[in-house]
Nanobody, 129 residues
Framework: VQLQASGGGSVQTGGSLRLSCIAS????????VGWFRQAPGKEREFVAV????????SYADSVKGRFTISRDNAKNTVYLQMNNLKPEDTAVYYC???????????????????????WGQGTLVTVSS
């Protein structure tokens, strides 16, 4: 699976951006796609995940209510709509694909980087105050 992330940019506090992750090389509906981010000087962290076929989503507490992950299987694309952005959202955002199939009771497993098989290049989001 090849992943291409795009949509990053610079916005002011309270602004919005929509990131896109286009996948190729495998039937898109068969993979779970997650978003992670890495802020300057910090470790990469989980942001959101959309399970295969979009049957379930999960978010980091820091973005709940502000970010929405969705997918369009016909376009092989997963989106991350980011609203009410804050300076602390500044980071390089990465999309990743997992071939694993965790039960809904273990959805938190998708927050672990090592459970992802493929990674796209990052896209930079900068939020100024």
């Amino acid at each position: 699976v090849q992943l291409q992330a795009s949509g990053g940019g610079s916005v002011q506090t309270g602004g919005s951006l929509r990131l896109s992750c286009i996948a190729s090389g495998r039937p898109f509906s068969s993979v779970t796609v997650g978003w992670f981010r890495q802020a300057p000087g910090k470790e990469r962290e989980f942001v959101a995940v959309d399970t295969r076929r979009g049957t379930r989503t999960s978010y980091a507490d820091s973005v709940k209510g502000r970010f929405t992950i969705s997918r369009d299987n016909a376009k092989n694309t997963v989106y991350l709509q980011m609203n009410n952005l804050k300076p602390e959202d500044t980071a390089v955002y990465y999309c990743a694909a997992s071939l694993l199939n965790f039960p809904l009771s273990a959805l938190s497993s998708y927050s672990i980087e090592s459970n992802y098989d493929y990674w796209g290049q990052g896209t930079l989001v900068t939020v100024s105050s």
